[in-house]
């Protein structure tokens, strides 16, 4: 597979929460398939995702994350009892603490581990909140920028660096393949979480309107960058492998059961349309 790829090649991973977890199986297929990031870039929990492959950019790191979607830590991120929750956000302007999260990050990243450090360049994106503005972080400490860029309003806390406040890059930038054509990158492999592939309907209940909102936000700027794709660029969105009923409910993420599914799904997904690329090339 490594003689079909040319150019710098990036790895984009995408926003998307728990669903995340099928960019663990995309990645277990592109290394499989040989193919290697000169350049990580990753959005919210892609960033979480990313952070790690660009520490150990080998078919290694693919276990590691296994093992992390499915530990009791990466349960404690958003493992709160619903009625402390309720009085976290009575309070304040979230449901659950970053602390599991930094923690998490610490013990598998190195609680001073900076980006020049890692083993290939990797960028986060994070919404800066009094700038009103994109911002993407390539130094400095790797899990401050993480926590940044996975600060889902809502749901944690505005992350503070450097006396600024971040959310979640998903608001300005939610898959940012434009950045890694930005970047040099000539071929791109966009590890999304199944949401740009499956139709919008009209909201019924009072969380699906902003959950709706927000996907034609980060779906326009998507088919926007792809669209004003350069021709030297080849550019693949690796699927998932199909996604389940609970996907988009506020439960979603209490059900560890289906990330080993989700994991499985996009893993053969992936591997098929790798290989079809192969035979095509």
Not at 91 to 115: D, K, Q, Y
Not at 273 to 280: D, K, T
């Amino acid at each position: 597979m490594n003689n079909m790829v040319s150019g710098p090649v990036a790895f984009v991973l995408g926003g998307g929460g728990v669903l995340g977890a099928v960019e663990v199986g995309m990645l277990r297929a592109l290394f499989r398939a040989g193919i290697r990031p000169d350049l990580v870039l990753g959005t919210s929990i892609g960033a979480v995702n990313g952070a790690l492959v660009a520490a150990e950019p080998t078919g290694s790191v693919t276990d590691r994350l296994v093992r992390l979607w499915a530990s009791p830590e990466a349960s404690e991120v958003y493992g709160d009892s619903v009625a402390r929750q309720l009085r976290r956000f009575a309070a304040r302007t979230h449901l659950h603490s970053p602390r599991p999260l930094r923690r998490l990050l610490e013990r598998e990243l190195g609680e001073g581990t900076r980006f020049d450090e890692l083993k290939v360049p990797f960028r986060c994106c994070a919404a800066s909140i009094e700038r009103a503005a994109e911002h993407w972080f390539e130094s400095g400490p790797v899990v401050d920028a993480v926590l940044a860029s996975a600060a889902v309003p809502g749901l944690l806390p505005p992350a503070e660096v450097n006396g600024e406040h971040f959310v979640d890059g998903g608001i300005v930038n939610s898959i940012p393949v434009g950045e890694a054509v930005a970047a040099g990158a000539k071929q791109v492999f966009v590890l999304q979480v199944g949401r740009v592939e499956r139709p919008l309907s009209p909201p019924r209940r009072p969380w699906e309107v902003a959950q709706v909102a927000f996907e034609i936000a980060r779906r326009h700027r998507f088919a926007r960058e792809m669209a004003a794709l350069p021709d030297d660029v080849d550019v693949h969105v690796l699927p998932t492998g199909g996604g389940e009923p609970r996907d988009d409910t506020p439960w979603a993420y209490r059900d560890r059961a289906a990330v080993g599914r989700r994991i499985s799904r996009a893993y053969t997904a992936s591997r098929r349309y790798l290989q079809s690329y192969v035979e095509g090339s």
